[in-house]
Each structure stands twice: as structure tokens, then as C-alpha cells.
């Protein structure tokens, strides 16, 4: 499963060249700093696809700025 925050074409052709080289992909756009998306896209792959056993969190990587600026030490 792939999430992305934009680029449904760029998603849809991930997904296929996955499926193309023999894999099973199932793709999902969502915008994390949006209020329930994630917990509605984990809802749905659930209900969907079945259980998640692993998850790679990118949130944020290429907005560097933003971390360096930010006091929270939870962030």
C-alpha cells in the first residue's frame, strides 16, 4: 500500500509498474496535516485490504525547516 499527498498520476503509475513487474499495490492519496485523514486511510486499507503489519513513515522529510524551527520536543 502507497500513500501519497498529491500526484494521483505519479501514485497511479508507481502502482502500475509494480503490478507490471509482478507485485500487488493498491494506492491512496490523503493529506496528513488534514484532521482524521490518517486514521480514515488506516480505517479503509483495514476494511479494504486487511490488517497492517508495517508502516514507514515519511511525513515531512523534504520540509526540513520546519522541524529545525519547531521547540516541541515531541515533534
Known amino acids: 500500500m502507497l500513500c501519497r499527498r498529491s500526484d494521483q498520476e505519479g501514485l497511479t503509475k508507481l502502482v502500475t509498474q509494480i503490478e507490471d513487474e509482478g ?7 490523503f493529506n496528513a496535516v488534514e484532521d482524521g485523514t490518517l486514521e480514515d ?7 479494504e485490504i486487511g490488517s497492517i503489519e508495517v508502516v514507514v513513515f ?3 522529510a523534504n520540509r526540513r525547516s ?3 524551527g519547531d521547540d516541541d520536543p515531541s515533534f
Open 66 to 68: 520546519l522541524a529545525q
Open 41 to 47: 486511510c488506516v480505517a479503509g486499507v483495514e476494511a
Open 58 to 60: 515519511n511525513l515531512g
Open 23 to 29: 507485485g500487488t499495490a493498491t494506492g491512496y492519496l
